[in-house]
């Protein structure tokens, strides 16, 4: 058993000791897996290309005791039509100082989950109730050990929330080696409309290891719009792992852009539950230096009639690494299935490295389904054509670089929001000239 | 203006250019036609600096300074601009945006001020009037699902903002029907001006009908075989370019 390992088990012994009763047995089943597999190596196959053994000779302490002091530049997570609800959590905790919830519609319950454990509400219940048992989801196991807040959204049966629900995740230097767990549970009743923006943010240097677990189920005719704006410290490894049930009729639309962390590792498993239920997931990975994130798929056909359509973009600069990992399963009766899949990556130094696996596994009839990687270099002719206008190199790679993922962003209807996120993306990238007008 | 002396040019390990020669005046329009294959298209990207060009022998001199040593985008702010022959499409780019970042890259380096969105916005609508180009073309992305006429319009309207005070047209006349032909050449003409030269790729007479040449050079086998007014571009219309295989027969013997 690694330092790593043995940390984290006895803060969950802690943990667990401190639980309600009805939490405390699924804790300690949880750790108990955790002491048994560890950490997910390279024999587990979703793992392949993400090592996690860096991890194993830290021993971060679990939580910041100081969170609660910490200061974060709240101008950093002001964005455009973001100020309505927001939750902020700093090192993992709760920051009610930086949040409101202020006044909502009725039949919209949202605040944090720690409120809820305690009296064990079936909202909460649900958040802890999935054992991702398979191979591979040991930190999601973990964090049921570990987790003792998150968010909690309740949206009741046809009521619309117009105004975005801002979440924020911000990484600030605790002076050491941190490790904090987060588990959010969201459900949206039938026909009932959310938008939530997810915001991670962090200074360089602030070491930690962020884990998130997270709840979705939509019902009938529910619509989730979901934005997720990923600017974790360069210092921090994060790790998120979604799953998401859609009801009939249901549909999801997600935007990801992922720019920052050093290590940082995505899960989304999404189920297509109910009849024609759609989910539209667009993202892309923008990484440069040492940065290595991975990002990992899979959407389960399980009615008839359901259309999912995933577009994601890897981009890797100087020693940087993306990994794409997507597989679209249709399962036996979801026949007229529509699943669409492709992976573009752009590989920008001889240095950097891109692995995609795209996998198809179709089990029903009248199934209309597709999926492609590639992975490229930018385009010469187009690099030769803007030089000769006058544009200078770095500021010609940048231009096409940005054009090669920015499609993503068209995904987000609001447009300011649409073009704040243009412009991180912009900032990210080597010597963008102009304002991006 | 441009002087261009005994140049000699490899494109992956073959020899294209093979002892070029040619001197453009300021104000004036030079015409270079001839076959297939002679090295027309390679004389303008190697004036524009492409990369896998290799100049093996021989100088090109630009406005008192060496050519050969600028990248592309140091020489189009030094005034050269290439209309392409197959313009790039570049999807995700929007043209305004490109041919500002363009137009300010290169006053940035001439120690110019830049434009704001404000001056740069009038300039382009002025331009875009004069050249009876629909403003549509602005809100899209580089040459992006553009005809043929388009984008060649779209090289001439890039030129009229940009200002060089050398312009390459390599070809812009292929691909064009009568009424595009002329637009573009009407682009031209409009440019014309004692400061500035023009050099014009051309397989065909037609164009020069419309943009009315000082000189016309024939190239032939990587070198100026011929050069003379503008009535050796109406022999070349009549005869067509065998005479120049006779020609060179009769050399050899």
Known sequence: ?437 | MLKIDNLHVRVAGREILKGLSLEVAAGEVHAIMGPNGAGKSTLGNVLAGREGYEVTAGSVTYQGQDLLTLAPEARAAAGVFLAFQYPVEIPGVNNTYFLRAALNAQRKARGEAELDSMQFLKLVREKLRVLHVSDELLHRAVNEGFSGGEKKRNEIFQMAVLEPKLAILDETDSGLDIDALKLVAEGVNRLRDPARAFVVITHYQRLLDYIVPDRVHVLAEGRIVQSGDRDLALKLEQQGYAWLAERKLAGAA
């Open chain 1, 1 to 437: 058993m690694n330092a790593f390992v043995r940390t984290l088990l006895d803060a969950a012994a802690d943990v667990e000791r401190g639980s309600p009763q009805w939490l405390a047995e699924t804790r300690r089943a949880a750790r108990e897996d955790f002491a048994r597999r560890g950490l997910p190596g390279p024999r587990d196959e979703p793992w392949k290309y993400t090592n996690l053994r860096a991890l194993e000779s830290r021993v971060p302490r679990v939580g910041d005791p100081d969170a609660a002091t910490r200061v974060v530049d709240v101008a950093g997570f002001e964005l455009p039509g973001c100020h309505g609800p927001r939750l902020v959590f700093v090192n993992g905790v709760f920051r009610a100082d930086l949040s409101q919830v202020g006044a909502l519609p009725a039949g919209v319950e949202l605040g944090p989950l720690a409120g809820l454990l305690a009296d064990g509400r079936d909202s909460a219940r649900a958040v802890f109730a999935p054992e991702h048992a398979e191979p591979g989801a040991a930190l999601a196991r973990l964090n049921a050990a570990l987790a003792t807040d998150g968010v909690s959204l309740d949206v009741a049966a046809g009521v619309v929330l117009e105004a975005p629900i801002h979440l924020v995740f911000a990484g600030a230097d605790a002076g050491a080696d941190i490790a904090w767990h987060l588990r959010h549970g969201i459900r949206l009743g039938a026909g009932a409309e959310a938008t939530i923006v997810e915001q991670h943010l962090g200074a360089a240097g602030a070491v930690q290891i962020g884990n998130l677990v997270e709840q979705v189920a939509l019902g009938a005719g529910a619509r989730l719009r979901h934005v997720r704006i990923q600017e974790a410290g360069v210092d921090a490894t994060l790790v998120s792992r979604t799953d998401l049930v859609l009801g009939a009729g249901a549909s999801f639309d997600a935007v990801a852009l992922e720019l920052g962390a050093g290590l940082s590792r995505r899960d989304v498993r999404l189920r297509l539950d109910g009849e024609g239920a759609r989910a539209d997931l667009r993202g892309a990975a923008v990484l440069r230096g040492r940065q290595h994130m991975d990002a990992q798929f899979e959407l389960r056909h399980a009615s008839p009639g359901a259309t999912s359509e995933v577009r994601w973009r890897g981009i890797a600069d100087q020693r940087a690494r993306a990994v794409f990992g997507g597989t679209i399963v249709v399962e036996e009766g979801a026949d007229r299935s529509d699943a669409q899949l492709s992976n573009k990556n752009l590989l920008l130094s001889p240095h950097a490295e891109i692995d995609t696996r795209p996998v198809l596994e179709i089990h029903a009839d009248e199934v209309k389904a597709a999926h492609g990687a590639t992975v490229g270099r930018l385009d010469e002719r187009s690099l030769f054509y803007l030089r000769s206008r006058g544009v200078p190199e770095s500021a010609a790679r940048s231009m096409l670089t940005f054009a090669f993922c920015s499609d993503i962003l068209d995904g987000i209807a609001f447009e300011p929001l649409r073009a704040d996120l243009g412009q991180r993306l912009a900032r990210h990238l080597p010597r963008m000239p102009g304002d991006g007008a």
